[in-house]
């Protein structure tokens, strides 16, 4: 009689707990649905958050990271090297912000300095020449804008890293995992294929930025409104072809479970690589060249204007 009450407990405990699981995947649905952009914002910019050095040791196996540009200085803004995705060498670049105070101002908050860029473009060479998939992450609310940075070059190490990913002929996936801001992004982001992650964002500057340019005020409620406009949130972004593919998050966002929010992106990551396995490098590097001319068509940008305005 005991054994049978057990039993009848234990079935009663596993129908409770698939109940409230399921319960629990539809609030957290409903929440996510309802959040505003710049609600999404806040999300990517939780300090919390997994970044790229621990995707990084969650992802790949005997990442050998690499320092430098060979010539002027390391930034640790931006985390280069190579390792094993799988059994498969790849190149791997990304920001990284830090976590806690004091690696969030030796790594500058993951704003790069040109010789964070330089160094990526050795990278981005050795992926080239050795054939091997390049993997970025993106991760940053834009370059370093101080004066040592643009008498070092910041404008032309970031061109100079556009035009190299373009001609690469290997295959290029970017993963946005947090805040992509302005160029100091797109200098890791010219890929074949563009992912981004539920709760990240991606946008040609900050909506504090641009609402102080614009209404010469940083307010809440301009700066809901400019993020809203912006289109910065995933869901947008996909729609008008900036990006090709979201990748959920557990619920409450990727800092409440790393280990799922990795496994859920390296899934998308194998399936993106398989696919671009079947192209020849000229393919790849025609496609990517392809991809990044249709953006901002007519048509798209006539849509954000009508119904994206911003009010007043």
């Known amino acids: 009689m005991l054994a049978i009450r057990s039993e009848l407990a234990r079935d009663s405990g596993s129908s409770e707990r698939v109940r409230l699981a399921r319960e629990l995947r539809d609030v957290s649905k409903q929440w996510s649905s309802a959040l505003a952009p710049m609600d999404r914002v806040r999300l990517a910019r939780n300090p919390a958050r997994p970044q790229t050095l621990d995707y990084v040791g969650l992802l790949i196996r005997d990442f050998i990271e690499i320092h430098g540009d060979r010539r002027f200085a390391d930034d640790p803004a931006i985390v280069a090297g190579l390792g094993y995705f799988g059994t498969r060498p790849v190149a791997i670049v990304g920001h990284q912000r830090g976590h806690s105070t004091s690696e969030r101002l030796r790594r500058n908050f993951g704003k790069p300095h040109p010789e964070g860029y330089r160094k990526a473009a050795r990278l981005y060479l050795l992926a080239h020449r050795f054939g091997l998939p390049l993997i970025t992450f993106v991760d940053t609310q834009g370059a370093e804008p101080g004066v040592g940075a643009e008498e070092r070059g910041q404008a032309e190490a970031i061109a100079a890293n556009l035009e190299l990913m373009a001609r690469l002929e290997t295959p290029v996936i970017t993963c946005i995992i947090g805040e992509g801001g302005s160029g100091g992004a797109l200098a890791l982001a010219v890929a074949n294929v563009v992912l981004i992650q539920e709760n990240a964002c991606y946008s040609v500057i900050t909506p504090e930025g641009c609402a102080a340019i614009l209404f010469r005020s940083a307010g809440p409620e301009k700066v809901d409104d400019v993020a809203r406009v912006l289109r910065l949130s995933a869901a947008d972004l996909k729609a008008l072809g900036v990006v090709d593919e979201i990748v959920t998050e557990p619920a409450g966002g990727a800092h409440m479970d790393p280990q799922a929010a990795a496994r859920e992106l390296g899934a998308v990551l194998r399936r993106s690589l398989a696919r671009m396995d ?35």
């Open 278 to 312: 079947r192209m020849t490098p000229q393919a790849l590097r025609r496609s990517r060249e392809a991809k990044f001319a249709a953006m901002g068509s007519p048509y798209l940008l006539d849509d954000c204007l009508e119904n994206r305005r911003l009010p007043g």
